[in-house]
């Protein structure tokens, strides 16, 4: 069970607990993080994941009372609601609110699952797993496309207001296809992605897990 006032995060060193852990420190929560060795990886952390997370899936969030959160998106918003001060969601009614909520689920329920199916082709087909991984990734760029269209004006993806969208922008910008394609193929999610590397508090998180990449 974590402390009193305190979370306990599970996580993996540029994996999707990245997006927690950046969560947390723009709330200023006090949080002890425990890295798990990998997901495969047998490990006393990974044990200890496991009581959590029968799935071992990162991030795995303990709240300071012990309940257990999972799935980032959940995360995201209910961390908003206990630090309303972060920022990290416009408030109900706020104009830019229903971007933010479309988005931010359309991110987690169709970008995300794209690295589970291109990263483990094993368990959805029994042959031809290169062609089926280059075609998930493939389908991932278009998402992302989808994404840029949509985009405005402004530092941050709801314009001048930054939010829990930008995160997940500045972190998953990092993974496949990384860095160097969004600059050429979605200028405004890149632009927004270098916005979070400067951020003081989301920037540090950053490179901790992705180095200067």
């Not at 309940?67 to 209910?78: D, F, H, K, N």
């Not at 949509?150 to 941050?156: A, Y």
């Amino acid at each position: 069970m974590a402390d009193s006032g305190r979370y306990v995060l599970f996580g993996v060193k540029g994996w999707g607990s990245a997006l927690a852990e950046a969560l947390l420190e723009l709330c200023r929560a006090p949080y002890e993080l425990v890295e798990v060795d990998g997901f495969d990886t047998p490990s006393a952390a990974r044990d200890r994941l496991l009581a959590y997370n029968p799935l071992a899936q990162v991030p795995t969030l303990v709240l300071p009372d012990g309940v257990v959160m999972r799935e980032s998106a959940a995360i995201a918003l209910l961390l908003s609601e206990l630090h309303p001060e972060s920022g990290l969601a416009p408030p109900p009614g706020a104009a830019e609110r229903p971007f933010f909520l479309r988005w931010l689920v359309w991110i987690v329920a169709n970008v995300y699952p794209t690295f589970t199916f291109a990263d483990y082709p094993e368990r959805w087909v029994r042959s031809e797993r290169e062609d089926f991984a280059q075609a998930v990734g493939g389908y991932r760029r278009k998402l992302w496309q989808q994404l840029e269209a949509e985009l405005g004006e402004g530092p941050w993806a709801l314009g001048e207001r930054f939010s829990a969208l930008d995160v997940y922008l500045g972190v998953m910008t990092h993974w496949r296809p990384r860095r160097a394609w969004f600059a050429q193929n979605c200028p405004r999610i890149h632009a927004i992605a270098e916005s979070a590397d400067a951020h003081s508090v989301l920037g540090p998180v950053l490179t901790r897990n992705f180095g200067e990449d």
